[in-house]
């Protein structure tokens, strides 16, 4: 009977142990539960995290993809109209070139009027001296012939003149 009761207290024994192993089990594979849960609502947190950065960054690649075509479509635009502003400057230059070229053409030709006027008015001058001068002489040799003719004519009514008629 000891045996029989030793035998019952080891299966009383063994069966009890049993239950508070799965006991044990049940909360191991309930905290394991619990742990799974909460790593996979944080696994799915997470992924939704990720996706949500991902639709942010695949947004944000666009605008910049967009801004990026954009500057180039400028910059194009902007090259475009330096090279026209580079070629209206090169033709102003070229133009500005020849005003200069044909300023100092100008200026010399003008130089050499103003040196012929200079030359002009002087023999202006000269020939109004001249002229002066012929005019005054004119007017003596006037006054000379007057002169000249009234002694004729004063010796000729006092008949001191012979006339050709009556010297031959």
Do not use: W, Y
Request: charged share 20%.
């Amino acid at each position: 009977m000891a045996e029989r009761l030793f035998g019952d207290h080891l299966g009383t024994l063994a069966h009890a142990n049993a239950n508070a192993r799965a006991t044990v089990v049940a909360g191991e594979v309930k905290s394991l539960a619990a742990q799974i849960s909460s790593t996979t609502a944080a696994i799915f947190s997470a992924v939704a995290r990720i996706e949500e950065a991902s639709r942010s960054t695949g947004a944000l690649v666009d605008r910049v993809h967009a801004l990026l075509v954009s500057l180039a479509a400028s910059s194009s635009s902007s090259l475009a109209a330096v090279e026209r502003h580079e070629c209206k400057t090169a033709r102003i230059q070229s133009i500005t070139r020849d005003v200069a070229d044909n300023a100092t053409s100008t200026s010399a030709i003008v130089m050499r009027f103003a040196d012929a006027s200079s030359i002009l008015a002087a023999s202006a001058d000269d020939t109004q001296a001249l002229g002066n001068q012929v005019r005054r002489r004119a007017t003596e040799l006037d006054s000379r012939i007057a002169t000249f003719v009234g002694e004729l004519r004063r010796r000729s009514t006092s008949g001191l003149v012979t006339r050709p008629s009556e010297v031959g």
